[in-house]
């Protein structure tokens, strides 16, 4: 197949599940049987929009820090931060050396595994950006505090492999907003992958200066990047043109920032784009970001819009031998 697409993780949680979970009278039986069922509808909804390789949606997490700071010994929280609009999150505190407790992911990838035939993606927020989105109370900077992270989630994936995950996407959105840091923060993505064989490894990285990252993000031992296009107007590409980059792509072809549902030409513009710089065969097809603050209709729309573009285009190539 041409143009595989996947997403990049976070699904609109249905309202259903959130009245759920807020409810202070819903036993903590039926939040988790609500959280089983929501993970089922979205990974379903994935399989009719026609995703090849869909993910659980997040259902289960808050927010891409708080999630795992709240399972990684060494920090507290010290309550919420706005992070933009009336979004917040609870913000951690490393106040001690940090330490892997126990697994983290491995039974929500069992159960979304077990929910579908298709292969699954398991993203998992990288050493940088947890770093960079907690303070830090206890080590030297942050570059210390993200190596011993780095090592955690070394830990954290060594579990999901030995329970059968093959594609697990790190997350890291704040390594393009500090150009000062990128060099040694791909040194902590490379500490999270090392000695790791039999899986796929993605990074997701949004927003921020992509220019920044070059040319040591080509450093990174991984197998694709999943990159913010459509918001950019596809005009990053250039920077892998002029590095020569050849590792697999993740083509953000689905705008996350508002609920224009995008034409079927549009994400057939944004493949064309990437083909003048890499083959076909290096070409994964995702939106931009998580869609998780959209509504879920307009989510699903995007998914049927975007499935529907690569598979035109896969089939122009297909015929032809070429566009």
Known sequence: MLFPTSVIGSYPKPKWLL???SNPKASSEEKARALDDAVRLVIKEQELAGVDIPSDGEMRRVEMTEYFTERIGGFTFKGPVRVWGNNYFNKAAVVGKVYYKSPMLVDEFLFARQSTNKRIKVPITGPYTIADWSFNEYYRDKRELALDLASVIRQEIQSLAKAGADFIQIDEPAMSTHPEEVPWAVETLNEVVKGING??????????????LFPYILEAKVDQFALEFTNRRFRDLDLL????????LGLGVIDVHNSRIETVEEVKYGIGEALKVLPP????????CGLKLLDKTVAFEKLKVMVRGAREMEAEISGNGKR
């Open 19 to 21: 009245r759920t979970l």
């Open 241 to 248: 043109k002029e590095y020569s980059y050849d590792k697999e």
């Open 199 to 212: 899986v796929k490894f993605g990074v997701h990285i949004c927003y921020g200066n992509y220019r920044a």
């Open 281 to 288: 065969e290096k070409i994964y097809v995702n939106p931009d």
